[in-house]
């Protein structure tokens, strides 16, 4: 954390913020642990047990959290690593209160909820959520035994990770926070290529300026804003005829 | 856009999913319009005279009356970036900058600041992060301690700093932060008489979560009244919309207190008034 120190601007609340995090997390308990990397305050790894009496007991299960540079006035991002039967691995999720926008992500929330949000969240049934897998019980509960000899490039042995000390309690406010908190995918690192049929009577004219040597994910960001362009412009296209049509019934 | 991995639209959901209808793209759209043309606006301005606002309404004759109403009452505004946190950051800057001409209500506020802190851990808010807000907050707060109520042409450093703190979003959201924790805290330990202010089937505690706690999430009278009341500090608010008449209206919270804190309310938007 020395280091840290000295390659960060402690001045900044958000740096300052994630260094107090990484100290209260520093110790590791039985249920869950966390640690940024190295040689990145921003990106994390952690480990969470499966809740004992679900489909996840006996589990260790390990991925990344990702805290956007505005932490923590905007919610991390959560990546798992470790197949599970209940997340797709390597996609990111992010939390918001059930039912709303993620935009209800609150600052006073830490990485210590989201970790407890996530162990809370597995069980809940996938229901069809971008970024949620809907194993069967059986599928899972092998996973879950897999996943204890699951390792981490950077972390090693992902089961050596958690510790006995119990973790400090959840408070009453903690757990009625725990219960609205919903896990949710997002589209950005889709690795299929997006399809849809409509827009992409448009794709060609917009993507017409992408040079071959764009990168990847340029290609996929520009895709995405022709198919945004595409589909407003279907829409306004749609408007505008129904209005002009009525109009026309009008006269 | 898309590949800012830090942007808060970015979870709302597929945005080649089919099911998802047409209507709600372009509401991104326009979501993303607004993001952007709000933050070319910095997070508190400059000075300016009232008088900039009747260029802003030309052609607009409701307004031109209103803002003439207004401008014989102020002679001062300062606006502040519209991201949902307007209030919190025009009624912390305005009160901090009232606060170096005024040592005893510093005196006074610094007792309400230090002791608002316990008050959210006894409500169960985690403590860690609790005290990194609070001591942001604070750290600001002392700031204007140190050279409150000095002679007012000395005043121009520390003007500057607040200024310029208000102006960098790692000190300018953490006050808006600790502001929104104190006002959820006022709404619940006072909860029998705020449930009244909410309309629909949500407790105090559901609507602090979703409309007070969160960040960008706009104030409405109940923020105003319970952060008013939790710092024992008047603010006039001078409404300014397209109603009838042509006189903006005020209204003081909490009602008949002394106002140290002057806003223009105009839909959606709060900003610094100056007499």
Known sequence: MADMGEKYNTKCPGVKRLMREAMELAEATEEYCARPLEDNLFEWHFTVKGPKGTDFEGGIYHGRILLPKEYPMHPPHIILLTPNGRFEVNKKICLSISGHHPETWQPSWSIRTALLALIAFMPTPAEGTIGSLDYTPAERKVLAKKSVTWSCPLCGDTAALLSSTAAKPITEEEQSVLNQIAFKGEEEQAAKPPEEPAAQEVQPQVLESTEPSTGFLDQLTEVLVALLVGAIGIFIYRRWNAHYSSAETEL | MADDASSSSGCTGNLVDNSINQDELIMKQQREIEKEISESIPLVGELEAISSLEKEYNEDPVYLLKVKDLASKYKYMRRTR??????????????????????????????????????????????????????????????????????????????????????????????????????????????????????????????????????????????????????????????????????????????????????????????????
């Open chain 2, 82 to 275: 519209p991201d949902g946190n307007c209030f919190f950051r025009a009624f912390s800057y305005a009160y901090l900058e009232y606060l170096l001409t005024d040592k005893a209500e510093y005196e006074k506020f610094f007792e309400i600041a230090k002791n608002s802190k316990e008050i959210l851990l006894a409500l169960g808010f985690s403590q860690f992060t609790v005290e990194d807000f609070y001591e942001t907050f604070m750290e600001v707060v002392q700031r204007v301690g140190e050279q409150a109520g000095g002679a007012a042409d000395g005043m121009e450093p520390i003007r500057a700093e607040l200024h310029d703190k208000f102006n960098k979003q790692g000190y300018s959201d953490y006050i808006v932060v600790y502001l929104r924790l104190v006002t959820s805290g006022q709404l619940q330990t006072q909860h029998d008489f705020y449930q009244n202010f909410i309309e629909g089937p949500r407790t105090v505690t559901e609507f602090c979560r979703q409309e007070v706690e969160p960040m960008y999430k706009e104030s409405d009278h109940i923020h105003i009244i319970a952060l008013s009341n939790a710092l024992n500090v008047g603010v006039r608010v001078e409404y300014m919309d397209r109603g009838e008449g042509s006189q903006v209206i005020a209204h003081v919270f909490p009602e008949g207190a002394k106002p140290l804190v002057q806003l223009l309310y105009r839909p959606g938007h709060y900003d610094i008034l100056y007499a």
